[in-house]
């Protein structure tokens, strides 16, 4: 079982839907988890950042970490156009400054 | 200049060859990390830089990759010998102290193709 497993997709929904995007894990020992958005060719920037379980909202972008089910969402809402690109969850563990990413999912925003 | 700067942005380079990637971090960032992102996988871990020296080298493949960082600043990544299997983004980030409590900034890559 790999450490962080993501759904590859493809994704297509149209504009103004809301997205769901998740990552599960194996490791418990994870306690910082990251999102980050990745336009073609370009490198990977930080979308959300969150510490623990709970909720984190940021704008359109809703973050939810639940360690006790090793799983994390990202929720886009009102999607644009411009939020077409591949999205990666990441973990870490104190301790190490080694991040774990999953493959991404690529979504696209029709519209 | 204001981001995480690489170079450079593509190589093709023939198998067997040797291969030096550059990494420029932000200035002022003490960490600096090199991953690797394959054709559809995700990003894979190499090595981490704190100040010059390198704490976590866990992540390199094999004994044909190497890297350096000198003056706390610019990093580079070597690969020896290279295989086909090597093609793949290497991509550099820097950040403040590392990333369990800061973000973490990556640059654009370097896209290597080995042929």
């Known amino acids: 079982q790999k450490e962080v497993e993501q759904d590859p997709g493809p994704l297509s929904v149209p504009e103004g839907a809301i997205v769901s995007l998740n990552c599960t894990y194996s490791?418990?020992?994870?306690?910082?988890f990251m999102w980050y958005r990745q336009y073609s060719r370009k490198g990977p920037e930080l979308l959300m950042y969150t510490y623990s379980s709970g909720n984190k909202e940021d704008g359109r972008f809703t973050a939810q970490v639940d360690k006790s089910s090793k799983y994390i969402s990202l929720f886009i809402r009102d999607s644009q156009p411009s939020d077409s690109a591949t999205y990666l969850c990441?973990?870490?563990?104190?301790?190490?400054?080694?991040?774990?990413f999953g493959k991404g999912t690529k979504l696209t925003v029709n519209p | 200049g204001a981001g995480v700067s690489q170079s450079p942005s593509n190589k093709v380079t023939e198998k067997g060859k040797d291969v030096e990637l550059r990494c420029d971090p932000i200035s002022g960032h003490t960490a600096l990390y090199w991953y690797r992102q394959s054709l559809g996988q995700g990003l894979e871990f190499l090595i981490y830089?704190?100040?010059?020296?390198?704490?976590?080298k866990s992540g390199l493949p094999s004994d044909r990759f190497s890297a350096e960082r000198t003056g706390g600043s610019v990093s580079t990544l070597t690969i020896q010998r290279t295989q086909q299997e090597d093609s793949a983004v290497y991509l550099c980030?820097?950040?403040?102290?590392?990333?369990?409590?800061?973000?973490?900034?990556f640059g654009e890559g370097s896209w290597l193709t080995v042929v």
């Open positions: 490791n418990s020992a994870f306690q910082y």
């Open positions: 980030a820097s950040s403040p102290q590392g990333p369990s409590g800061n973000t973490i900034y």
């Open positions: 830089f704190q100040g010059n020296s390198a704490p976590d």
């Open positions: 990441a973990m870490g563990q104190g301790g190490s400054e080694k991040l774990v």
